[in-house]
């Protein structure tokens, strides 16, 4: 059966047509609308948001550091009275003591030595000979690494970049030009404090030291003194994986 159109009937489609043209333009318009609205409001209240939690755990990281602080202060003093007047218990906190040390849970004080390195301020890319790296001219945690471990094998006990002590389970990456000891940003230049053990090779010809200075003109200094001080670990050990065999 064929259906038949009159005037009245085309005009009223007609209008139709138009009505949801229009009203799906305005639909349209108005996604996009809300859809701009999200993509500019959003980041700041995604970022005020990250930024309070920041925030909040920074201060309920300083609250249970500082606690951590107070017992470890009211547990020293316990020991120091404990020992006073028994030598073996003195001899087991002079081991405890330099157990602490080695795993750089306390400060150490003593002879040692502070190399400090920072990136060739003088080269640029004109001055480098053709194919070469400019990268090459500033130091890298493979550079951090390679001295800490001369620095381990000169005997020293106690090391730190930056004031980050070194220990253990201490990772020295790069991402970019962004350098983290233990998790930490640091930057140049690279102070690295040592306590303990014999420097003398430290500046050796052919060593790493005078490598990094001949060839790319890393800016080094190894300056030896009597009195340096490594503070202590601030982060948690968290032996994850380990357990104590049995």
């Given amino acids: 059966m064929k259906?038949?159109?009159?005037?009245?009937?085309?005009?009223i489609?007609?209008?139709i047509g138009i009505l949801c043209i229009l009203l799906t333009s305005g639909i349209v318009v108005q996604i996009r609308t809300v859809q701009n609205n999200i993509s500019i409001?959003?980041?700041?209240?995604?970022?005020?948001d990250l930024r309070d939690e920041v925030l909040k755990s920074k201060e309920r990281y300083d609250n249970a550091f500082a606690e951590l602080e107070k017992v470890n202060k009211e547990l020293e003093k316990y020991r120091t009275k404990v020992t006073e007047n028994d030598s073996s218990a003195a001899e087991k906190q002079e081991k405890l003591n330099k157990d602490n040390a080695i795993l750089g849970l306390n400060?150490?004080?003593?002879?040692?030595?502070i190399v400090t390195l920072?990136?060739?301020?003088n080269a640029s890319v004109s001055s480098i000979t053709s194919g070469d790296d400019i990268s090459n001219y500033l130091v890298h945690e493979i550079d951090l690494l390679k001295i800490v471990n001369e620095l381990k094998n000169a005997g020293a006990i106690a090391i730190s970049i930056n004031d980050q002590r070194i220990i253990p389970t201490t990772s020295i990456n790069c991402a970019g030009n962004i350098t983290r000891v233990?998790?930490?940003?640091?930057?140049t230049p690279?102070?690295?404090?040592?306590?303990?053990?014999?420097?003398?090779?430290l500046e050796r010809p052919g060593g790493y030291i005078d490598w990094l200075r001949e060839d790319y003109g890393i800016d080094i200094t190894v300056k030896p003194q009597s009195n340096v001080t490594v503070e202590k670990y601030n982060g948690v050990i968290n032996f994850k994986y380990a357990q104590e065999a049995k």
């Fill in 3 to 11: 259906i038949k159109y009159n005037k009245k009937n085309l005009s």
């Fill in 41 to 48: 409001s959003n980041p700041d209240y995604a970022n005020n």
């Fill in 190 to 201: 690279f102070v690295i404090k040592a306590v303990g053990g014999s420097f003398d090779t």
């Fill in 118 to 121: 920072d990136d060739n301020k």
């Fill in 107 to 113: 400060d150490v004080t003593g002879e040692g030595v």
């Fill in 13 to 15: 489609s007609i209008v």
């Fill in 182 to 187: 233990n998790g930490e940003i640091v930057g």
